[in-house]
């Protein structure tokens, strides 16, 4: 994280201190597509960006796998995972933010479970950051 501004959410993929569907809810989804190189940033960051090179996003992606797995069964899915952050980041709440978006064995399947988990993953980035 060196040499990273401080950003206070683990989803704010290319760290310009901004939570925002169309450039980290992008990013995530097309890595758990299995996109990379300049295909997975492409379009998708933001222009004041700090953060912006493939191997770089994708690696703090999977450094953080855990954090990512939205809806708890274990994996990083573009269709479950990916649609449930780029949902969230969208401002969609509620059973919509799950519908048809759960992987088998999801231990969060609900509005409430996913949102606490991203709120604790948020505290812990944070604390993580702040000590260096």
Same mark, same amino acid.
């Given at each position: 994280?060196?040499?990273?501004?401080?950003? /206070?959410?683990?989803?704010?993929?290319?760290?310009?201190?901004?939570?925002? &569907?169309?450039?980290?809810?992008?990013?995530?989804?097309? @890595?758990?597509?299995?996109?990379?190189?300049?295909?997975?940033?492409?379009?998708?960051? /933001?222009?004041? /960006?700090?953060?912006?090179?493939?191997?770089?996003?994708?690696?703090?992606?999977?450094?953080?796998?855990?954090?990512?797995?939205?809806?708890?069964?274990?994996?990083?899915?573009?269709?479950?995972?990916?649609?449930?952050?780029?949902?969230?980041?969208?401002?969609?709440?509620? &059973?919509?933010?799950?519908?048809? &978006?759960?992987?088998?064995?999801?231990?969060?399947?609900?509005? /409430?479970?996913?949102?606490? @988990?991203?709120?604790?993953?948020?505290?812990?980035?944070?604390?993580?950051?702040?000590?260096?």
């Amino acid at each position: 994280m060196v040499g990273l501004p401080l950003s /206070a959410s683990v989803f704010d993929v290319d760290k310009n201190n901004t939570e925002d &569907a169309l450039t980290d809810g992008i990013l995530v989804l097309r @890595h758990g597509f299995g996109i990379d190189g300049t295909n997975l940033t492409d379009g998708t960051l /933001a222009l004041d /960006a700090p953060l912006t090179d493939s191997e770089s996003i994708a690696s703090y992606i999977n450094d953080r796998s855990m954090l990512f797995d939205l809806d708890g069964n274990g994996s990083n899915d573009a269709l479950t995972d990916g649609l449930l952050l780029l949902r969230y980041l969208f401002g969609i709440s509620g &059973a919509s933010l799950v519908q048809d &978006a759960l992987g088998p064995g999801a231990t969060r399947n609900n509005y /409430a479970d996913i949102k606490a @988990h991203i709120d604790r993953s948020n505290q812990r980035e944070f604390k993580s950051i702040k000590r260096g």
